[in-house]
């Protein structure tokens, strides 16, 4: 006799290749979502994409392994959603050195759900400022005034943009009432 476990398993011909869930639909394969293939999907995220670099610096640095963490691996993981976590703050944050502050962080011996602390970052900050030349101090300093230079100037250009739009746009305006085509 067949049980109602074996007819859905001939009926269902569309397989979730995160999950193994299987559906007869492919459309509703293609509407499910489940935890890793969400995980999966945010790939290239860029709090999922520090989160993962994080994950594998605590690795090879902490935990002294050898061999780099896959995504796949950082995919299974119970400690997925706090690096990711830890992604965001410093996507928000932007430290100086994002790379010497993620191993900072994971070196640093404190618990990953406080790693998003601020005082963390304050703490990196005041012993970097300490330790750094003043000419490295001196040419960050040119570097962090050049690039928001370059961003004020973009902005600029685009506001300009605008404003040649708008202007053409009264232009076209003015040319239509005038030719009567109102
Ligand atoms: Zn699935």
Redesign the pocket.
């Known amino acids: 006799m067949q049980t109602i476990t074996d007819t859905k398993k001939l009926t269902s011909k569309y397989t979730?290749e995160?999950?193994n869930?299987s559906y007869s639909k492919e459309s509703t394969l293609i509407a499910?979502m489940?935890e890793?293939?969400r995980r999966w999907l945010q790939k290239d995220e860029k709090r999922v994409t520090i989160g993962f670099y994080a994950f594998q610096r605590f690795y090879i640095l902490s935990a002294g392994n050898k061999k780099e963490k896959t995504y796949g691996e950082f995919v299974k993981s119970s400690f997925y959603n706090a690096f990711v976590k830890f992604g965001s703050f410093v996507n928000n944050v932007r430290p100086l050195y994002p790379d010497k502050y993620i191993d900072y962080v994971v070196t640093s011996n404190v618990k990953l759900d406080h790693w998003c602390r601020e005082e963390m970052y304050e703490k990196y900050a005041n012993e970097l400022i300490r330790k750094e030349g003043v000419q490295t101090a001196l040419e960050r300093s040119i570097d962090t005034m050049v690039n928001w230079q370059k961003k004020i100037i973009v902005c600029t250009i685009i506001i300009l943009n605008m404003q040649v739009q708008i202007e053409l746009l009264g232009i076209l305006e003015t040319v239509k009432y005038l030719h009567g085509w109102y």
Do not use: F, G, T, V
Request: hydrophobic content about 0%.
């Open positions: 979730c995160y999950c869930k499910h489940c890793p293939k």
